[in-house]
């Protein structure tokens, strides 16, 4: 009866996420993330006032997804349990020393298995990087590249392609052969396990990223700023009402470290979904800063 009523619950949460019963991990994890984000953008938009048929209930996507992936690992470990134990004691009883063995040597092997898919990763990313560095090299110079780090969605999946990003960039500089965008989603609060480890990954990737250019939504703008990353922006004559200024640990003075460009209609343009706030910083040490600069500067007199 209880495995019935599991079925059912199944059913019911595979319904929720607008999925088939035979999706896989890689299906049930995108599905979730899209639909959290649209659940954070309709929140954002209007208020929040969303029509009732087109709302997705946070709280009950949560409690699918979470749902299904124990579902998923009780099953399991009830089909290894069956294909281990049986009902044969001989073999029962081999299954127990060898739980036993792992039991007290799992360290060792677990360090054997570490080390070998160390080794493994080790090899297959100095193959990969090998091949990347020569497409690269076969592509122009780049002119800038550009990081969107905050609360922003564009396309499906976590990591969105912005080839159509760089190409509405380029036709504003027909000077410029070639520009890199990419997109780092930062969740404005931290709501799930997905959140923490989105946080997480935002973190890793400010460590060793090395955009010319940052644009950031304004609580992202305020933990940068302070922490030194970007260059100053007193002495390049923006106009006073777009500046957005701060203070570091070793200056109490307030800089200008920010262009606002949240009423850019060029900006607007590029389709980027969920905050829009664009608060445009250059990093301290950019490889492009003045084609970072003419960037500011065209997006905030385009039209």
Same mark, same amino acid.
């Given at each position: 009866m209880?495995?019935?009523?599991?079925?059912?619950?199944?059913? *019911? /949460?595979?319904a929720?996420?607008?999925?088939?019963e &035979?999706a896989?991990r890689?299906?049930?994890? $995108?599905?979730? @993330?899209?639909?959290?984000?649209?659940?954070?953008?309709?929140?954002?938009?209007?208020?929040?006032?969303?029509?009732s048929?087109?709302?997705?209930?946070?709280?009950?996507?949560?409690a699918?997804?979470?749902?299904?992936?124990?579902f998923e690992?009780?099953?399991?470990?009830?089909?290894?349990?069956?294909?281990?134990?049986?009902s044969?004691?001989?073999?029962?009883?081999?299954a127990?020393?060898r739980?036993?063995?792992?039991?007290?040597?799992?360290?060792h092997?677990?360090?054997?298995?570490?080390?070998?898919?160390a080794?493994?990763?080790g090899?297959?990313?100095?193959?990969d990087?090998?091949?990347? *560095? /020569?497409?690269?090299?076969k592509?122009p110079p780049? &002119?800038?590249?550009?990081?969107f780090?905050? $609360?922003?969605? @564009?396309?499906?999946?976590?990591n969105?392609d912005?080839?159509?990003?760089?190409?509405d960039?380029?036709?504003?500089?027909?000077?410029?052969?070639?520009v890199?965008?990419?997109?780092?989603?930062?969740?404005?609060?931290?709501?799930?396990?997905?959140?923490?480890?989105?946080?997480?990954?935002?973190?890793?990737?400010?460590?060793t990223?090395?955009?010319?250019l940052?644009?950031?939504?304004?609580?992202?703008?305020?933990?940068?700023?302070?922490?030194?990353g970007?260059?100053?922006?007193?002495?390049?004559?923006?106009?006073?009402?777009?500046?957005?200024?701060?203070?570091?640990?070793?200056?109490?003075?307030d800089?200008?470290?920010?262009?606002?460009?949240?009423?850019s209609?060029?900006?607007?343009?590029?389709?980027?979904?969920?905050?829009e706030e664009?608060?445009?910083?250059?990093?301290?040490?950019?490889?492009h800063?003045?084609?970072?600069?003419?960037?500011?500067?065209?997006?905030?007199?385009?039209?």
């Open positions: 209880e495995e019935q009523n599991d079925l059912i619950k199944l059913k *019911q /949460a595979y929720e996420l607008g999925l088939p &035979d896989d890689e299906a049930l994890d $995108n599905r979730y @993330y899209v639909l959290m984000r649209r659940a954070r953008t309709q929140k954002m938009r209007d208020g929040g006032e969303v029509p048929g087109e709302r997705v209930d946070e709280d009950k996507v949560n699918a997804y979470r749902f299904i992936k124990d690992e009780e099953q399991a470990k009830a089909a290894y349990a069956r294909e281990t134990y049986g044969d004691p001989k073999k029962a009883a081999r127990v020393k739980a036993h063995f792992f039991h007290y040597y799992k360290f092997i677990l360090g054997v298995i570490v080390l070998l898919l080794i493994g990763y090899i297959k990313s100095y193959v990087h090998r091949h990347e *560095q /020569a497409e690269l090299a592509l780049v &002119d800038v590249s550009v990081m780090f905050g $609360n922003y969605l @564009y396309g499906d999946g976590i969105p912005m080839t159509n990003v760089e190409t960039i380029l036709k504003q500089f027909p000077d410029w052969k070639r890199v965008a990419s997109l780092t989603y930062v969740p404005s609060e931290v709501r799930s396990e997905q959140d923490m480890a989105l946080m997480q990954k935002s973190m890793l990737v400010l460590a990223d090395k955009s010319d940052y644009i950031m939504d304004k609580a992202n703008f305020d933990k940068l700023a302070p922490q030194e970007l260059l100053p922006l007193d002495g390049d004559n923006f106009p006073a009402d777009v500046q957005v200024k701060a203070q570091t640990e070793d200056d109490t003075a800089r200008v470290y920010g262009v606002d460009l949240s009423d209609p060029l900006m607007k343009a590029l389709g980027l979904q969920g905050t664009f608060i445009v910083g250059i990093r301290g040490n950019a490889k800063p003045e084609p970072a600069k003419a960037f500011i500067r065209h997006y905030l007199g385009g039209s």
